[in-house]
């Protein structure tokens, strides 16, 4: 198990460069979502770690007046129009960063209507059912 602080000691040439304050929000966002600073880099669709790459791409462009898409793109390795992507995604719909059983609360704040079905699972998840439970009930 590699920490967040052993993940910045490896070698820079593995990772492309970014300003301090990009690094800083990096490794706030790895702690917050448990994800390793690798995996960041990674093309995995994992949804915890597109959740994390989401709100790193939302926080740099609010937090840092001169980063571009194009910048926040390269720091990730990917393309400027993912992080236009995931930064359009996060203030259309800013559930979408939290985790899912934190889902439902954050768009109840939100005014959003649940399905029959999202009301279902919500229900289920307060009472502690299990993932693979509710999959299979539904």
């Known amino acids: 198990n590699v920490t967040v602080s052993e993940q910045w000691a490896l070698p820079t040439n593995k990772f492309p460069k970014m300003s ?27 949804s915890r ?3 994390a790459r989401r709100e790193y791409v939302y926080r740099c462009r609010k937090e840092l007046p001169n980063a571009s ?5 390269e720091s990730l390795n990917q393309d400027h129009t993912t992080a236009l992507y995931s930064y359009h995604l ?6 979408r960063m939290e985790p899912f059983k934190r889902q439902t609360k954050v768009r109840a704040r939100y005014n959003f209507k649940l399905t029959e079905r999202q009301i279902t699972i919500k229900r289920m998840v ?12 539904l």
């Open 20 to 46: 301090n304050k990009m690094q800083q929000i990096m490794r706030e966002v790895c702690e917050h979502h448990n994800v390793r600073i690798n995996e960041m880099f990674s093309k995995s669709r994992e």
């Open 49 to 51: 770690i597109v959740h």
């Open 69 to 73: 898409f194009p910048r926040i793109g």
């Open 90 to 95: 996060a203030v259309k719909e800013p559930w």
């Open 126 to 137: 307060e009472e502690g059912v299990s993932i693979n439970e509710i999959a299979q009930k």
